[in-house]
């Protein structure tokens, strides 16, 4: 068997298995019950009228952290995405619920929420977190392997898939171009499950992180977190506040007035130069 990033690059899915210690996963369980309970069903067909679901859980449960920063995770994803960005950027973190009676989902890609081309850039990384069993019978995630990618292009629907069966302290991820979709519970319990997308630092993300995590919220995360929500430029100068770092509004030291601070590629920083060297010479 490959490494992590070989199997997402080849059948658009793989498992770490026992990625955090159970314990980690039991204590968010027990931040979130509550949340779970006191949360409305959805609305649509897409989301479900048996699905609960809610965000905002890096304030919800300090162990949120420990999954949205796991490292070989991080890694992969960052990997993976690279091609494409100067730095990635949480996309989402969302708790789902599916509830007895909930039907299938309606199979879908998640890269399809932007309007990009597709088949050519991969604009996210999926990583599924089993709060209880995932089983065939309670709606583990159906995933299409093979169908991401430029398969993704094609209008054929896949004729081979794999339910994700599998448990807490696990971890399954995914490409945005990979098609999935949760399955039916036809079972007596609750299937639970956080889900942690990483996307391309210069898209809009799913989930608006700076009103999930506003200054007041965010200054107590790590730097690493902080940057991940979007506390930190992408070259060049995307997302600046006041044409400098965001990061800024964390160190409870901000200036009345700011100034702008070039936030550049390596090859724009270079072109610039040449530009301002050649001004200089007519001079």
């Not at 210069?202 to 902080?226: C, D, I, T």
């Amino acid at each position: 068997m490959g490494t992590a990033t070989d199997l997402l690059k080849t059948q658009g899915w793989c498992v770490i298995p026992n990625a955090l210690p159970i314990e980690t996963i039991a204590a968010l369980v027990a931040d979130l019950d509550p949340i779970y309970e006191a949360t409305p069903f959805c609305e649509g067909d897409f989301y479900g009228g048996r699905t609960k679901r809610f965000g905002s859980l890096l304030k919800r449960s300090h162990h949120a952290a420990d999954l949205a920063l796991e490292e070989r995770i991080l890694s992969v994803a960052t990997g993976l995405l690279a091609p494409w960005c100067d730095t990635i950027q949480l996309n989402l973190m969302q708790a789902i619920a599916l509830h007895p009676g909930a039907p299938a989902q309606f199979p879908h890609r998640d890269q399809d929420m932007w309007q990009g081309a597709k088949g050519e850039v991969e604009y996210l990384v999926n990583v599924m977190w089993p709060l209880t069993p995932f089983t065939v019978e309670n709606g583990a995630t159906i995933l299409y392997p093979g169908s991401h990618g430029r398969a993704a292009l094609t209008e054929t629907f896949p004729e081979r898939s794999t339910v994700a069966v599998f448990n807490p302290g696990d971890a399954f991820l995914f490409l945005g171009s990979t098609l999935h979709g949760a399955g039916a519970n036809l079972s007596d319990e609750v299937r639970k499950a956080v889900v942690v997308s990483y996307c391309l630092g210069w898209l809009k993300p799913y989930e608006n992180q700076w009103l999930s995590y506003p200054p007041e919220v965010a200054r107590a995360f790590s730097p690493e977190l902080a940057g991940l929500i979007g506390y930190r430029q992408h070259r060049p100068n995307l997302g600046n506040y006041e044409g400098v770092c965001p990061s800024l509004l964390l160190t409870g030291n901000l200036p009345e007035h700011i100034g702008a601070v070039d936030a550049l590629r390596p090859d724009q920083a270079e072109a610039v130069a040449a530009h301002r060297m050649a001004q200089e010479a007519l001079a």
